[in-house]
């Protein structure tokens, strides 16, 4: 936690630094202006600790308003330093044709107002929850049982600014897709824990015949997991780490967040499954273990957010080659990646939709079984 605290303080100063020097050339004349311009970047950079520290300590109003300010203006800042560098390369472009030098205020100034239209819109866009529908055929659901309907939700981010509205809209999706199960795969729980007993008694109204699964993500790491086990119980969830268990027709296997695979936790959540049920195997980060494709079926997973904000996804997918989707990782193995239900960071989405994914197991006596 202290490396990514230490390396996300190093690149969120540095990108301010680029931002003050860009646009202290709009400021009116003088040190005033550039003083309070300064204090306020100061302050943005150490918004998100401010946030997390005076949650812990329970100053929960403070906390709400450093959270809200800070991960706005974090949303604003990367959209208004993209728009600045587009005004850049065009700048540079300009040079040959131009006679002489340009006033590149007004444009600079523009670009600034492009990028605060364009944060408007990506954060409705994270509003905009919608569910993904997968259909997955298969011979392992037994006679009598034709489909059955799962609700995956990941990264959630409860606890943050804005959970109560965005959980709000996420169990009524939930519901209307009238799942068997419902599963989430990680990052249910985020810091500074706003709301959580309220949050808590949301989640524990939405009861599937099969009930609600839960594995950590790395921020329940952050939380700590003691605490955000007992949350994810207290709303009604099973806690599986490194840990499998029936459900129903089902077998469902899950683990701890690590950024790789450590093979005796998926043995441990391996150890009691059955051929001859359906398998899926829970996994935060969408890293697959090849050693069980012949016993996992299907493989949910999240964590990479689908990017979450443009142009992002070009780094996510890099890192994670089973980035957003549904992928066949090996033969007669499924492994889908949601696009996430909630935002860490800026409450913001741009090309990046936030989705429940609704699996809807069909009884395909013809599907060949392994």
Same mark, same amino acid.
């Given at each position: ?11 969120? /100063?540095?990108? #301010? ?18 003083? $309070? ?19 812990? =300590? ?8 450093? +959270?809200?300010? +800070? ?19 065009? =700048? ?23 990028? *605060? ?16 529908? !997968? ?9 009598? $049982?034709?489909?059955? $309907? ?5 990264? !959630? ?36 824990? !706003? &709301?959580?007993?309220? !949050?808590?008694?949301?989640?524990? =109204?939405? &009861?599937?015949?099969? +009930? ?24 009604? *969830?099973?806690?599986? #780490? ?13 683990? +701890?967040?690590?950024?790789?695979? #450590? ?10 499954? &059955?051929?001859? =049920? ?12 090849? &050693? ?23 780094? /996510? ?54």
């Amino acid at each position: 936690m202290s490396l990514f605290l230490t390396i996300f303080l190093s690149v969120y /100063t540095l990108l #301010h630094l680029i931002f003050y020097r860009a646009v202290r050339c709009l400021l009116p004349s003088g040190h005033g202006s550039r003083v $309070v311009l300064g204090l306020f970047l100061f302050l943005m950079i150490l918004a998100p600790v401010i946030t997390v520290i005076a949650g812990y =300590r329970g100053y929960f109003g403070l906390a709400r308003l450093m +959270g809200t300010v +800070g991960y706005w203006w974090m949303g604003y800042l990367l959209m208004a330093l993209l728009c600045l560098l587009a005004l850049d390369l065009l =700048r540079l472009g300009a040079l040959p044709f131009s006679p002489k030098p340009w006033d590149w205020r007004m444009p600079m100034s523009l670009a600034l107002g492009a990028a *605060f239209l364009i944060t408007a819109y990506a954060g409705y866009a994270a509003t905009d929850i919608r569910l993904k529908h !997968l259909i997955i055929p298969t011979s392992k659901l037994p006679a009598g $049982v034709e489909r059955l $309907v799962i609700a995956q939700t990941t990264d !959630l981010h409860l606890g943050l600014p804005e959970g109560m509205s965005r959980l709000s809209k996420v169990l009524k999706l939930v519901e209307k897709a009238h799942p068997d199960l419902w599963i989430d795969t990680g990052d249910m729980w985020d810091r500074p824990l !706003l &709301d959580v007993n309220q !949050l808590v008694a949301m989640m524990r =109204r939405v &009861d599937p015949p099969l +009930g609600k699964y839960m594995i950590a993500g790395n921020h329940e790491n952050y939380v700590g997991l003691g605490t955000s086990f007992e949350l994810s119980r207290a709303a009604g *969830f099973t806690v599986l #780490h490194n840990h499998g268990q029936a459900a129903g027709p089902l077998y469902l296997a899950g683990v +701890g967040d690590s950024r790789r695979v #450590h093979p005796e936790w998926d043995a441990a959540a391996m150890a009691h499954s &059955d051929p001859s =049920r359906l398998t899926i195997f829970l996994r935060h980060r969408p890293l697959f273990n090849q &050693d069980y494709a012949a016993k996992v079926d299907l493989q949910l997973s999240g964590h990479t957010h689908g990017g979450q904000v443009w142009p992002a996804h070009l780094i /996510t997918s890099r890192i994670f080659p089973y980035f957003a989707g549904l992928y066949h990782p090996a033969k007669g193995a499924l492994l889908y990646t949601s696009r996430g239900t909630g935002t860490w960071g800026p409450p913001m989405r741009l090309f990046s939709p936030p989705e429940v994914t609704v699996i809807t197991l069909v009884r395909d006596p013809a599907q060949a079984s392994r």
